[in-house]
Each structure stands twice: as structure tokens, then as C-alpha cells.
């Protein structure tokens, strides 16, 4: 069994001295460059700092999966920056629940109406039921939809506008690489972010 641990470790779990030992004279540029930390399963949970990075390493909480063309020299021995770390130990982290909003609806549907199957960022909201029916604003019935769908379906349910749904809305999933999202990624991290996550970043 992994140890399920509720969040990362930080500085404070360690004395002052371990982190002496790692962390004396590094450049401080290459301290702040962003690393992908992975949990014990691949999957992305966190962006850290290099500096970060290093010393989880050093302590055996995490491993090196890739690194950045650098080395800084600490006291022991030189050391590479990280550019990947996976943990070793796997971290349960409750994700936010979602809000509804533009965004998340368009990134739900990924940046595809919900009726002609257009994949373009020019989307508008549409409500399934409409709202002059009195359809609620709520994940269940706010798809995605290409403003020529939307003029076309106008005040109408799918069924009086003889429209078909690609699929049934729902509330999404927790998505975990959402911690990614204000990052611009770097090819080192690539192979471990979905497919679906660099195609919205592309659009937008
Ligand atoms: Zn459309």
C-alpha cells in the first residue's frame, strides 16, 4: 500500500541544516524555474520551484524524470535542475469543484459546438432549454455553440429546432491538469499533460 499523505511537504519539515547542505550558493535564476511535480500515479499536481525541486529530491520525497540543460554546484556535489519530479508517495488532493462560467463551459465542451461539431474559439453559450422557456443557467443545460447554431436554434428546445446534441451535458469531472493552466508548457512536461489540454491552450 502507498502511504496517503493530504499535502506536499514543505521547508518546514525539515531542519534547517538539510536544507543548508542543498541549497547553499545556488543561482537564484535557476532556483525559480517551473517544475512539473508529478504524483506517485504521473498525474501533474503541482508546479514547483526549482529550489523546491531540488530538495525534495535530495530528501528521496521525490524523483528526477527530466532536467534542465544546468547544474548548479552545491557544496557535495553538482546538481541538475529539475525540469520533472515525480513524488514517492502518492498525494490525495480534494480539486475545487467547478464554477460554472464561459470558460469552463467551452473547456467541458472542448472548444466544440455542441451541435455542428465546429471546434473554433468564436463560441457562444447556449441554453438547451431556453431561457425564454425558463431553462436554468446550470452545467445540465449550457452547452457550447457556434453562433450560427445558436442564431439558428434561437428560443427553441433541440427537439423544436430539429437539432441534435453531441452529448448529453453534464457537470464535469475534477480536472487535475487545471493546475496547469496558467503555465505556458515547456516540451519536458509535455509527455505527461493529455493531449486535449495543449489543443485548448493552442486555440485560445
Ligand atoms: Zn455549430
Known amino acids: 500500500m502507498y502511504q496517503v499523505v ?26 525559480g524555474a517551473p517544475v512539473l ?12 520551484t526549482g529550489r523546491r525541486a531540488i530538495v525534495l529530491v535530495a530528501k ?8 534542465y540543460q544546468a547544474t548548479i554546484h552545491t557544496v557535495r556535489k553538482p546538481v541538475n535542475i529539475p ?3 515525480r513524488l514517492a508517495y502518492m498525494v490525495k ?23 455542428c461539431t465546429l471546434k473554433t474559439s468564436e463560441l457562444t453559450l447556449d441554453h438547451v432549454i431556453p431561457r425564454i422557456q425558463r431553462g436554468p443557467h ?27 446534441l453531441l452529448k448529453e451535458p453534464r457537470i464535469p469531472q475534477p480536472n487535475p491538469y487545471r493546475i496547469l ?7 519536458p512536461w509535455l509527455p505527461y499533460v493529455p493531449w486535449s489540454m495543449q489543443e485548448a491552450e493552442r486555440i485560445r
Open 6 to 31: 493530504r499535502a506536499l511537504p514543505t521547508d518546514k519539515d525539515m531542519v534547517s541544516s538539510d536544507r543548508e547542505q542543498v541549497l547553499v550558493s545556488l543561482p537564484k535564476h535557476l532556483l
Open 37 to 48: 511535480v508529478l504524483n506517485l500515479n504521473y498525474v501533474p499536481i503541482n508546479i514547483c
Open 60 to 67: 528521496e520525497k521525490a524523483e528526477t524524470l527530466d532536467n
Open 83 to 85: 525540469s520533472v519530479i
Open 93 to 115: 488532493r480534494p480539486y475545487a469543484p467547478r464554477k460554472i462560467s464561459k470558460k469552463e463551459i467551452f473547456l467541458r465542451d472542448q472548444y466544440t459546438c455542441q451541435y
Open 138 to 164: 446550470t452545467w445540465e443545460n449550457v452547452v457550447a455553440a457556434c453562433s450560427a447554431c445558436n442564431l439558428r436554434k434561437a428560443g427553441r428546445t433541440p427537439l423544436e429546432a430539429n437539432m441534435r
Open 181 to 187: 493552466e496558467n503555465y505556458s508548457m515547456i516540451d
